[in-house]
């Protein structure tokens, strides 16, 4: 089999990856999906735990980030599109008031 | 041989998982940003199955790539904004910060790789059973993992009554009227407008993007 | 012959894989002429008949001339984009025909050897085949937006919308089949058919709301009549394949039939028993031709609608969805779940 320590790096990668994006992008959307690469990476360690310690709890934790990520893809995708019927832009400078 | 396949598949599809996390942030247009997400979600399938998590896969395939990246697209597609983001200036000289930032961690992890030594090469425990399957999943989620599963699905519900609220944009005596409609109807009546109204609202932005 | 080497296996399973999407597409282009004659037989017309004898060549005729038009790539299109997105919808459409179980265990006469008519078997294939499915969205949502035509963007948002919808009744719908048979594997699923002498089938088992549901959701997962609304000619040209032409059309046009064949294999496969039929138990091969007809049924059932149904307005298209469908499939649902509770069928 594959050592632990690759898809741990692999998932390090991927993290970083995202992290960076969503401090660089400024389109809200394309900040929710850095948001979403950064949870993937963590359900691949999660993964790669629950398969190499042989304990199921890992895989369940990734079904319920699953869950949240798709809560939050529905309540997220409605504040873009409320906040661009209000500013017409997706730029994230442009909603730095607390009201719509 | 096979110990070699399965190198060459790791490497394969780890290099098209950080390809395309790289692309999705590089690309300024959002809809290749998507897709190449999408690329992402499905090289980490291919890692979940040598894993041996099939459920997880298959359920990653489902609800990323299927609904919630269809989601995305739609409003991409929806909102059509297609100019390239303007950078601004102020992080001109907050780069080399970054760089040199970005140095400190690879340094950190190399040691932290570096230290760890010997990872264990395959499963610690080789009597248990296999767990990817789907009924040990199960099995688990609704017994030992049963309140998490409970408030999940609450925290759906949630979602749901958000997510309407935010779409919907109604009047006191619209949402009166809809509120003594059964609880399913009222569901199904709110999303339904709730993507009705998105779409009437949105239509001029669509057709000038179109016509421009 | 070790069939143990996982070399041989997997040149075994290429094998398979190259025969099974070979006869599909030949079924596929047959399907399609069938479609013109029966259509123009339910109008009173006579149809395609010059091509080869009563026009049995015309399907390659059709292929031939797909082949030789004009590669027509709208100027502002997004090309990329627009270049894989056929790709997209028919490599969706064709990944699904790997898990579904062809026949029984045949064994070749004179031999020892005995095989499952099945290309692969896995635990969680009905998981897989939903989510094979929920990816060929993108092909058409993203010929849509690509195309830069006001025509195409609508179809293609109004599939997205569409597909998103209908998914959700038809993910429920199979659930009742899933609560009766305990497995996800869809071999299994059709073993579990052959009670009653080979009659047991989920349809006659508590399944039937369950099999209306997602035989209504899948005619709109297939945009077809009466859901034809992302290529719906009188509104919006040809929808989402307004700007496409030649090969990359007849992808699209591929797809879908490739699709309404994978759709009809998935309800003969969990409600009408797949293979299973008076009979199988003595002449296994019998099954295969058990299971190709039932799937050919739902195929002219397919072609019937188109001849005798009008289209439905978007607001219907979305209330009938949301407002009936989805409400059947949870009440399936409940139904299936008492019925399997204790233990009644």
Redesign the interface.
Known sequence: ??????????S???F???A??VL????A??M???I??ML?SV??TF??F????????G??I???V??????????G??????I??NR?S??V?DASILKL | METLLLYALFGLFAALAIGCAIAVVVQRNPLYSAISLIGVFIALAAHYIMLAAPFIAAVQIIVYAGAIMVLVVFVIMLLNVEEAEHRPARLRFLVPTAILLAAVLFAEAAFVIYSVGDSPYSSLDTSAPPVGLTSSIGISLFTEYLLPFEITSILLLMAIVGAITLARQASISELRRAAAVTITGDNAEAETSGFQSAKSNEITPVRTGAIN | MNFDNPLIHAGLQFLGIFIAFNVVLMIVAYTVLAERRVLAFIQGRVGPNRVGFGGSLQPFADLLKFIFKEDIIPDKSTRFIYFIAPIIATAAALMTIIVYPFGPVIHIPFTDISFPLVITRFDVALLYVLGVTSVGVYGIALAGWSSNNKYSLMGGLRSAAQLISYELSLGLSLVGVILQAGTLDLYSIVEQQGKWGGLGWFILRGQFIGFIVYLISAIAETNRVPFDLPEAETELVAGFHTEYSAMKFALFFMAEYVNMFTVSMLATTLFLGGWNGPGVAQFPILGLFYFLGKVFFFLFLYIWLRGTLPRFRFDQLMNFGWKFLLPLAILNIIISATLALFNII
């Open positions: 089999m594959i050592p632990l320590a690759w898809y741990l790096a692999l390090a990668v991927l970083t990856i995202g960076a994006g660089i992008k400024r389109n959307i394309a929710f999906m850095c979403e690469l993937n359900n691949l993964v790669a629950s398969s190499f310690f042989r304990d199921v709890s895989q369940l990734v079904f319920i699953m869950t949240v990520a798709a809560a939050e893809a529905a309540v995708l409605g504040i873009i599109i409320a661009f019927r017409e997706l730029d400078d």
